[in-house]
């Protein structure tokens, strides 16, 4: 479907043109959608940074996510999250995760704090949906940032979770939805593992080209 990631990032920032000099903010969710998120907001002329969201894996199986939590310590679970795990279980794997939450701000952004997204239109931006759990969170923190308008974009998606996350968001915009959707390498010819480092030169690079703040 995709070639590489910043393939789909062009493609996704032609679905997004209305937001296109509307004083919009981009937000990445790294580390893949640091890539996508970057192309999106160049595109768009928009301000971008990385919005940090960690999945809360199971106790027992940490692929599999009950919930997850952003940068804010807003958590959002699944709805069997507590039939799955104890409410002690996952208060540990909370406590983990805020940890790593500090480590990645401290290295991705250099510390720094998200910028101002009250009364602004967020673009919540990663290269694919699987289980959507750091999205729900993002989603939750943005409005408790009181955003004017949130909006999820995605180059690929399954089919239920929009369903979903529609619930949440105000708009979801994605490319496309397989029929049979396993794992969102599986849209990408090309799909490699991005680093904290790579993350972290996207918005170095986009930090450089827009020596200004936008209005």
């Known amino acids: 479907m995709f070639e590489d990631r910043k393939d789909a990032a062009l493609q996704l920032a032609k679905a997004l043109e209305k937001y296109k000099d509307k004083g919009a903010i981009v937000l990445g969710i790294p580390r893949g959608g640091a890539v996508t998120a970057y192309y999106v907001a ?6 971008f940074s990385l919005l940090v969201s960690r999945k809360l894996g ?3 199986n940490p692929e599999y996510a009950v919930g997850a939590i952003a940068e804010d310590g807003t958590i959002h679970l699944n709805k069997l999250a507590l039939q ?3 409410r002690g279980e996952i208060d540990e794997v909370v406590a983990q995760q805020k940890k790593e939450i500090e480590r990645r701000i401290k290295i991705l952004r250099k510390g720094e704090p998200l910028p101002e997204i009250r009364n602004k239109i967020v673009l919540i931006v990663d290269d694919g949906i699987a289980t959507g759990a750091t999205l ?3 989603i ?6 009181e955003a004017a308008k949130i909006v999820v974009a995605a180059p690929v998606s399954g089919r239920e979770i929009i369903k979903e996350l529609n619930k949440e968001a105000d708009e979801v915009i994605v490319l496309e939805t397989p029929v049979f959707y396993h794992a ?4 990408y010819e090309s799909f490699p593992t991005v ?3 790579e993350a972290l030169g996207f918005l170095e690079k986009w930090k450089k080209e827009n020596t200004a703040p936008r209005q």
Do not use: G
Request: with cysteine; hydrophobic share 45%; proline share 4%.
């Open 140 to 145: 939750k923190m943005c409005k408790n940032k």
């Open 58 to 60: 199971h106790p027992a």
């Open 195 to 197: 680093t904290d480092n």
């Open 136 to 138: 729900f969170a993002a």
């Open 84 to 86: 799955e795990a104890t």
């Open 184 to 187: 969102v390498s599986l849209a």
């Open 42 to 47: 160049l595109h768009l002329h928009a301000e």
